[in-house]
């Protein structure tokens, strides 16, 4: 990835950091999804790493797709059938890949964005995320998993309503939903989503999820 990415990949004590880096939003635009097709089909199962760790650089995860852009895409006669689904297996990626995948998420997380979060193993938020998906308030519906995933999470009364309203939810909301499985201060987030990979990565699929998170934050969940 040359030049201005827009989305940085790094490996530290062999856990492999994605971080979305096009502040302040780190909207997804068609070179975004360019760059996470190229990340998740050769770059990433070509990397020793035991944990990925999702996250936004700066206040955000992200405010989801660059509407905008998008239409462009559209109007130049660029946008496909192909390009949807190309965009639905790069999310996939992270649902069916064979390591833990941990999802730190602050400030807004909305759309696409959060569709990306729901396909990680274990997502933490810190106190001032704010989440959605507003799809539906553009006459658009979430198309990369994030209806099936939120029904998963949440129930299908409470998702369809959310989802059919456009509406945005706190942090709190997100926990009583199963949509996030913890919350911390904004400053230690990032330090727990990486102590929770390295745990997680030992020994991965062999305990109940609430074991991780009760080491993590010390208290029954």
């Avoid at 502040?23 to 998740?40: A, Q, S």
Wanted: glycine fraction near 8%; charged fraction near 30%; include cysteine.
């Amino acid at each position: 990835m040359v030049g201005n990415p827009k989305i940085s990949w790094e490996v530290q004590e062999n856990i492999g950091f994605v971080r979305l880096v096009d502040e302040p939003e780190n909207r997804m635009d068609t070179r975004f999804f360019r760059e996470l097709l190229e990340l998740t089909k050769n770059i990433i199962p070509a990397a020793d790493v035991a944990a990925i760790l999702v996250t936004g650089k700066g206040r955000h995860f992200s405010s989801g797709a660059d509407l905008e852009d998008l239409r462009k895409t559209i109007r130049g006669g660029h946008y496909s059938h192909d390009f949807l689904m190309a965009n639905y297996r790069s999310f996939r990626f992270f649902d069916d890949v064979n390591i833990p995948v941990v999802v730190a998420i602050k400030g807004v997380c909305l759309g696409s964005g959060l569709e990306l979060a729901l396909h990680g193993d274990f997502r933490l938020c810190s106190a001032d995320a704010l989440f959605g998906l507003p799809e539906a308030t553009f006459d658009l519906i979430p198309g990369a998993g994030g209806i099936q995933k939120f029904v998963q999470f949440a129930g299908k009364a409470k998702a369809m309503e959310l989802i059919m309203q456009g509406k945005s939810f706190s942090a709190e909301e997100a926990l009583r939903l199963h949509i996030v499985d913890a919350i911390f201060p904004k400053k230690e987030l990032e330090e727990k989503a990486i102590q929770l990979a390295k745990r997680a990565a030992g020994d991965y699929r062999k305990y109940n999820k609430k074991d991780y998170l009760k080491e993590l934050t010390h208290r029954e969940i």
